[in-house]
């Protein structure tokens, strides 16, 4: 079964903190994708990631950023804390070839910005 | 306006009544993935479907090409299936084709 692994089920972090959300999946799965997911608006893509060291921008990049220096990690960081990214954060991952491509997602992080 | 669009919002059944939950889309689709949602866990992938109908257990998903539109159906429904139910598909334009659009969700509660 693929395992995708999110660093924290729970994090309260202060305006202005510098934010890093680690996600691990053990499939070496080639796609990597954060998501955010708030009440009213389902799930938005923040970045996704195809290859280690290669990033797109999602629909909502602004004010995060992302580092794939492994195949198995994906890292979301949020540079400055605000209040307005209070919200659940997903990981997902899937194999690289068009026509398999089930995400598998990770149990999720609620963060809190105060 | 959002590129998928599910019906209804929010839907409560009673137990072992049959459940359809609708997702809309307006343009062209290579793939459309159900998943699953339950409160405050992660999301399952119960389908991806392309063309016509795929069962597992009490869960049915058909699909329409022609009409941009496909159901879930859950019979003989159990308090365990309350969740948020999520419809996404995978755009036909080309490119970065590995991601997703969302629908925003239904919430099914069904009571005892």
Redesign the interface.
């Known amino acids: 079964d693929v395992k995708?692994t999110q660093s924290s089920r729970y994090l309260v972090k202060r305006t202005g903190e510098k934010v890093f959300l680690e996600c691990v999946q053990d499939m070496d799965h080639e796609?990597m994708?954060w998501y955010r997911q708030d009440p009213?608006?389902?799930?938005?893509?923040i970045y996704?990631s195809?290859d280690v060291k290669m990033k797109?921008k999602?629909d909502i990049p602004e004010g995060y950023s992302v580092s794939r220096e492994k195949k198995e990690r994906f890292s979301l960081i949020l540079e400055s804390a605000s209040t307005n990214q209070t919200s659940m954060y997903?990981c997902?991952s899937?194999l690289?070839f068009?026509?398999t491509?089930?995400?598998?997602?990770?149990?999720?992080t609620r963060l809190t910005v105060l | 306006k959002n590129e998928v669009e599910q019906s209804p919002q929010n839907l409560t059944a009673q137990e072992g009544e049959f459940i359809t939950i609708n997702c809309s889309y307006s343009v062209g689709i290579s793939a459309l993935h159900w998943l699953q949602q339950h409160p405050g866990g992660g999301i399952v992938s119960l389908f991806m479907l392309s063309s016509g109908k795929k069962k597992h257990g009490r869960l049915i998903a058909t699909i329409n090409i022609q009409e941009k539109h496909s159901s879930l159906h859950i019979t003989a429904s159990h308090p365990r299936d309350s969740a948020v139910y999520i419809c996404a598909v995978r755009l036909n334009s080309g490119g970065s084709n590995y991601k997703l659009t969302f629908g925003k969700g239904t919430l099914l509660t069904v009571n005892p």
């Open positions: 995708v796609n994708f009213g608006l389902g799930l938005r893509l996704f195809y797109e999602g997903l997902a899937s690289r068009v026509g491509d089930e995400q598998f997602f990770g149990p999720g």
